[in-house]
């Protein structure tokens, strides 16, 4: 920023307003220091340089120094990139003074801990009137860590600050020359996400006005725009239609594409370059990159039309300005993670995209990854892995960064131009997301620029593909792994594609005769056939020969008529203008095919989503049939939820690996435990026709918070035996606790419940024989609440008040969970009683208790076989009350009347309670939670007539109390949480997904067996003893109502009072005997 462009009438206000302070109010040091950072953004008003927002967003940073041989720990004031900025309250005091500057050594010396170059660290002491700039002129580096006495500081400035706009002028050169310093911000991860990332407020503007240009690139050319739009949206957003243009999105990903070639020249050079329209629009089209030898870190993809005339003018421009404050980072030093990971993540959380359902992985998970690889090749062995979904590049940096290690070791003699021969075959990148492998590209440059810029002149070629690894789909067209040929789409003309020529031995001729039919086509005049069939032959006879490919007749005519419908269809497009994409799409797309069984390592973080979450289209379809082709496909209720995951994992070890190859892939925790990974624990894909012969040989836990779900690491082997062995009745397997410092060895047992398995650390249950505790049902699906729950009034015996419940009313909790329709009202009105119904929900439960019931509305009547039926809408219309009135309201919001009736009822859940037994007890349990929670009662305390449970609950009826108690009893105590646990997959929050697990490890009540008897008895002791210390309870009692808490809390505190009571010891004792937990 310009010294004109800032406002010295604010720098004389500011400075007005700290000698007041500090000379007449004796302010403390946080208020003159707030008082400076307030007018910050008023000083460099209206766009102020990145150093301004930094120094008010780092307040507080931690910094670790040495003091007397011991860590110590403290905050920076501020701090702006390597900055470090100590405001005292007054300078002019001495010891103040001595202080402050003892505190600057000590910061200077924190950031010298971190790794940061001493020339870099500038040090800052200010009562923001009086400026001491320091450097950093010799440091002790014979210790570990430093301290303040291991720094000696040396002034280099200093000034004092009067209201005058000579001084003002002054101020604003000191604190440009020493906090917007060019190159001296770090450069990582997260200042990269801070200053750039979607949440920064500098991007809105760099993507407001790629987004607008865009858009006028849709609207000049939108036949062309057509064509890229359908392209795209295959590959990037399989949930919407191909039709759509998602013009934001595409725009987030021009703007990460744009910031990354910028960002990469940058760390080429080693410096922040000119801005020139021409080396930037250098920089932009590719060839600057080509200059230095990477053939195809730019590729004319989706994003390609935009920088050319006349778009790239526009680009350029905004370029130069995101070029202009890249200015402030230090490109001369090595970066030592993926740079792109944390903006890749808001990204994905910004846009919601379906195939950015992997979260970004940590760099020291992904280190020790790719060291446990490495560790397990043979003594002569490279390399030679491939990610499946490579992101933003984390994998690819580290095992760049392992194998120049290795090839150092085993060939330190080698010419560098052989060990970047060597490097690029050391991991081979796939991801169905164009932006990720620009991201990837440019992380596999810097993890290999050092070897990269000791060899002049070579050609690279970046082993990073735009494809699907699945090949399942490419955005020409969907895969048929039943044919022999791939019949493809190029704009609106059909090609078939011979698939014999998508093998390994056969990558060079598909890539020579791709690129010279692309050459040939691209004339601006119309081709005749015979012209194409022509050189089409003359093409590949001379590149089979040249390749020494021995291609059979009838082969080589399929090659040929391929390439010939290509030249001619290509040559018309780009007559007509659709020009451009093509030879990248079919070079990148198919590469999968010419890889197979091409490596020795698998390591991958692929997307964790259920294909539930696809939507209806294509891509889910296939992902099905390949879950069954494995047997990895979840049985009955649990089919929705196949895991890509280990589809993804399943299919690389099966195409891209070579017979003892190494594996480690990230997946989701549930791995361990849940039911839509059954068939993967029990190996399914080890028993099909063609066995993948993937066998385990290790689990990582990893440790939480790492990723928003919990997670794992399986690491294994393609061919050989897996690891499991038996303990006793158990399978185990060898585990590890993984942390960011840390690695603990833990074991994995094989626990086993009927059909189900879960592999946890603990031997609980191992039985072929479930129980069956009861004939629990799942209520019906009362939802959304706002549609049924309301505030009702008696009026008379016959007729109720009804109105919606407020948000601010003592029954909101009723509709809390109403989704999306939270804000659905109805007016005033009044209903005949026949239709109001009361309805039992889980949030009225905790621990033997159930509050009462809720007051809703349900359209329903008993039919003349006594169960449950709509009311027809006849029927509705020429009532004596205003139903009518709230069926229509709901229909209006959520169309089709007998539909909702039919979701209401889905599964005959309502149906089902229409018979209920007015004697005996009932149960109610939560289906919900990380505990276990149930209460019983009387029939004699409920409406049968008018009783309904909601879904969130399971209910059952039981003859006797004895029964109620026994099961109740044992529903509710720790005994079952251990003994379901196990089978519970865990999020950050704890253990979810109780369902029927409870009842299946639960052994029906028999009243002649003396232990059921034992905890029939000590269950009604513990309710005994519980019941009185309600009544003296008042407040606690009161507190369990769902008015004044939520239901976790609630529970919580229930379980606390109740494991306090005398009784409870020995009650938990009787129940740990019935699951043998004693």
């Given amino acids: 920023m310009e010294l004109s462009e800032c406002n010295l009438d604010e720098v004389i206000s500011f400075v007005e307003r700290a000698i007041y302070l500090i000379d007449f109010k004796n302010a403390k040091e946080d208020v003159v220091r707030h008082n400076f950072t307030s007018y910050l953004s008023?000083?460099?008003?209206?766009?102020?340089?990145?150093?301004?927002?930094?120094?008010?967003?780092?307040?507080?940073?931690?910094?670790?120094?040495?003091?007397?041989?011991?860590?110590?720990?403290?905050?920076?004031?501020?701090?702006?990139?390597?900055?470090?900025?100590?405001?005292?309250?007054?300078?002019?005091?001495?010891?103040?003074?001595?202080?402050?500057?003892?505190?600057?050594?000590?910061?200077?010396?924190?950031?010298?801990n971190e790794g940061e170059p001493k020339d870099l660290v500038i040090g800052i002491l200010s009562d923001s009137v009086r400026w001491y700039a320091y450097r950093v002129s010799k440091v002790n580096l014979d210790k570990k860590r430093i301290g303040a006495d291991d720094v000696t500081l040396e002034k280099i400035d200093e000034i004092e600050v009067q209201p005058t706009k000579v001084s003002a002028k002054n101020l604003i050169i000191f604190l440009q020359t020493y906090l917007g310093r060019v190159g001296a911000r770090p450069l990582n991860a997260n200042s990269l996400?801070?200053?750039?990332?979607?949440?920064?407020?500098?991007?809105?503007?760099?993507?407001?006005?790629?987004?607008?240009?865009?858009?006028?690139?849709v609207n000049s050319n939108e036949e062309y725009a057509k064509v890229i739009a359908k392209l795209w949206s295959r590959v990037v957003s399989l949930t919407q239609s191909e039709d759509q243009?998602?013009?934001?999105?595409?725009?987030?990903?021009?703007?990460?594409?744009?910031?990354?070639?910028?960002l990469c020249a940058n760390i080429i050079g080693q410096k922040a370059l000119l801005n020139s329209s021409e080396e930037l629009i250098s920089i932009l089209t590719g060839t600057y990159f080509?200059?230095?030898?990477?053939?195809?870190?730019?590729?004319?993809?989706?994003?390609?039309?935009?920088?050319?005339?006349?778009?790239?003018?526009?680009?350029?421009?905004?370029?130069?300005?995101?070029?202009e404050n890249l200015r402030v980072y230090d490109f001369e030093h090595d970066f030592k993670e993926d740079l792109f990971g944390e903006m890749f993540a808001q990204l994905s959380y910004r846009t919601q995209r379906i195939l950015l359902g992997q979260e970004w992985t940590p760099h020291w998970l992904a280190e020790k990854m790719v060291n446990k690889l490495v560790e397990s090749l043979e003594d002569r062995e490279l390399p030679q892995f491939v990610d499946m979904?490579?992101?933003?590049?984390?994998?690819?940096?580290?095992?760049?960064?392992?194998?120049?290690?290795?090839?150092?070791?085993?060939?330190?003699?080698?010419?560098?131009?052989?060990?970047?021969?060597?490097?690029?075959?050391?991991?081979?990148?796939?991801?169905?997301d164009p932006l990720a492998v620009i991201l990837s590209k440019i992380s596999w440059i810097i993890a290999a620029k050092e070897w990269i810029s000791l060899a002049e002149g070579l050609k690279v070629t970046i082993p990073v593909y735009h494809a699907d690894s699945l090949f399942a789909v490419t955005p020409l067209n969907k895969i048929d792994d039943d044919s022999d040929f791939y019949e493809i789409e190029l704009a609106d003309n059909s090609i078939v594609f011979p698939e014999f020529i998508l093998n390994p031995e056969n990558t060079a001729l598909f890539d020579a005769i791709i690129d010279k039919g692309y050459k040939i086509a691209l004339n601006d005049e119309k081709l005749t056939m015979e012209y194409a069939t022509n050189m089409s032959k003359s093409i590949v006879k001379r590149e089979a020969e040249r390749l020494s490919l021995s291609i059979e007749t009838e082969q080589a005519d399929k090659v040929i008529n391929f390439l010939t419908s290509f030249i001619e269809v290509v040559n018309r497009l780009h007559i007509e203008g659709k020009n451009g994409i093509w030879s990248y799409i079919l070079k990148n797309s198919y590469r999968p095919g010419l890889l197979s069984g091409q490596f020795n390592g698998l390591i991958s973080n692929p997307p964790w989503l259920a294909l539930s979450k696809l939507g209806n289209n294509p891509y889910k379809e296939v992902l099905k049939s390949k879950a069954r082709n494995f047997k990895i496909n979840p049985p009955g209720p649990a089919f929705p939820h196949i895991e890509m995951a280990t589809i993804f994992l399943v299919h690389g070890v099966k195409k891209y690996l070579t017979n003892n190859a190494i594996v480690a892939c990230i997946v989701p925790d549930s791995v361990l435990n849940g039911m839509n990974h059954e068939p993967f624990r029990r190996e399914g894909y080890n028993h099909t026709e063609n066995p993948v012969d993937l066998h385990l040989s290790e689990i990582w836990k990893i440790s939480k918070q790492t990723f928003k779900n919990e997670a794992i690491v399986l690491i294994g082997k393609k061919g050989g035996s897996s690891n499991w062995e038996l303990e006793g009745d158990f399978s185990k397997l060898?585990?590890?606790?993984?942390?960011?410092?840390?690695?603990?060895?833990?074991?994995?047992?094989?626990?086993?419940?009927?059909?189900?398995?879960?592999?946890?650390?603990?031997?609980?249950?191992?039985?072929?024989?479930?129980?069956?505790?009861?004939?629990?049902?799942?209520?019906?699906?009362?939802?959304?609440?706002?549609?049924?729950?309301?505030?009702?009034?008696?009026?008379?015996?016959?007729?109720?008040?009804?109105?919606?419940?407020?948000?601010?009313?003592?029954?909101?909790?009723?509709?809390?969970?109403?989704?999306?329709?939270?804000?659905?009202?109805?007016?005033?009105?009044?209903?005949?009683?026949?239709?109001?119904?009361?309805?039992?929900?889980?949030?009225?439960?905790?621990?033997?208790?159930?509050?009462?019931?809720?007051?809703s509305v349900l359209p329903i009547r008993k039919s003349i076989q006594n169960t449950y039926e709509l009311i027809p809408?006849?029927?509705?219309?020429?009532?004596?009350?205003?139903?009518?009135?709230?069926?229509?309201?709901?229909?209006?919001?959520?169309?089709?009347?007998?539909?909702?009736?039919?979701?209401?009822?889905?599964?005959?859940?309502?149906?089902?309670?229409s018979r209920l037994p007015n004697n005996g007890f009932y149960i109610f349990v939560g289906t919900s939670g990380s505990y276990v929670c149930g209460a019983y009662e009387s029939a004699d305390e409920l409406d049968t007539n008018k009783m309904i449970v909601d879904q969130t609950l399971n209910w059952v009826h039981v003859n006797s109390e004895e029964e109620a108690l026994y099961l109740t009893g044992l529903l509710n105590s720790d005994s079952i949480n251990s003994a379901i646990s196990i089978f519970q997959p865990r999020g950050q929050?704890?253990?979810?997904?109780?369902?029927?697990?409870?009842?299946?490890?639960?052994?029906?009540?028999?009243?002649?067996?003396?232990?059921?008897?034992?905890?029939?008895?000590?269950?009604?002791?513990?309710?005994?003893?519980?019941?009185?210390?309600?009544?003296?309870?008042?407040?606690?009692?009161?507190?369990?109502?769902?008015?004044?808490?939520?239901?976790?809390?609630?529970?919580?505190?229930?379980?606390?009072?109740?494991?306090?009571?005398?009784?409870?010891?020995?009650?938990?004792?009787?129940?740990?005997?019935?699951?043998?937990?004693?």
Wanted: glycine letters at 4%.
């Fill in 389 to 432: 979904c490579c992101g933003s590049g984390v994998m690819i940096v580290e095992t760049v960064k392992q194998s120049k290690k290795r090839i150092e070791e085993l060939f330190p003699t080698v010419e560098i131009e052989d060990k970047i021969r060597k490097l690029s075959n050391s991991i081979t990148g796939f991801d169905i």
């Fill in 245 to 262: 243009f998602d013009i934001q999105t595409y725009s987030d990903e021009l703007y990460m594409v744009t910031l990354g070639k910028l």
């Fill in 734 to 855: 060898p585990a590890k606790i993984v942390g960011s410092n840390s690695m603990e060895d833990i074991i994995l047992y094989n626990n086993k419940l009927g059909d189900r398995t879960a592999w946890d650390v603990n031997k609980i249950i191992n039985t072929d024989v479930v129980q069956h505790a009861a004939d629990f049902q799942q209520g019906a699906d009362i939802m959304p609440r706002t549609f049924y729950c309301f505030d009702v009034t008696p009026i008379r015996k016959d007729l109720s008040k009804v109105k919606s419940i407020t948000l601010d009313s003592e029954k909101s909790y009723i509709i809390s969970d109403a989704g999306t329709e939270k804000g659905f009202r109805i007016e005033e009105c009044y209903l005949e009683n026949d239709v109001i119904f009361d309805v039992y929900t889980s949030k009225l439960v905790t621990p033997y208790d159930i509050s009462n019931p809720i007051k």
């Fill in 989 to 1078: 929050q704890g253990a979810r997904h109780i369902h029927s697990l409870p009842y299946q490890v639960t052994p029906k009540y028999h009243p002649e067996n003396p232990l059921h008897q034992e905890v029939v008895s000590m269950t009604r002791k513990l309710l005994d003893e519980y019941r009185h210390y309600k009544n003296r309870n008042p407040e606690f009692s009161n507190y369990l109502h769902p008015r004044n808490s939520t239901l976790q809390k609630r529970r919580t505190t229930a379980r606390e009072h109740i494991k306090a009571l005398t009784s409870y010891s020995e009650y938990e004792f009787v129940c740990s005997k019935i699951y043998n937990l004693s």
């Fill in 873 to 913: 809408y006849d029927e509705v219309t020429i009532r004596n009350d205003d139903l009518k009135y709230v069926i229509d309201k709901i229909v209006e919001r959520k169309p089709g009347y007998e539909g909702n009736w039919e979701r209401l009822n889905e599964r005959n859940k309502l149906v089902r309670q």
């Fill in 42 to 112: 008023r000083i460099f008003h209206p766009k102020p340089p990145f150093w301004v927002t930094q120094h008010i967003s780092g307040g507080e940073s931690l910094a670790k120094f040495e003091k007397d041989g011991v860590e110590r720990r403290g905050f920076i004031d501020n701090l702006v990139g390597l900055t470090v900025i100590e405001y005292e309250k007054d300078l002019r005091v001495t010891e103040i003074f001595n202080e402050g500057f003892d505190q600057v050594k000590k910061y200077c010396a924190a950031k010298i």
């Fill in 193 to 217: 996400a801070e200053d750039f990332g979607f949440e920064s407020p500098f991007s809105q503007d760099y993507v407001k006005n790629i987004t607008s240009l865009v858009q006028t690139a």
């Fill in 290 to 323: 080509e200059r230095k030898g990477f053939t195809n870190f730019v590729e004319y993809d989706y994003f390609g039309w935009l920088t050319n005339t006349p778009y790239i003018d526009g680009l350029v421009e905004i370029a130069k300005d995101i070029q």
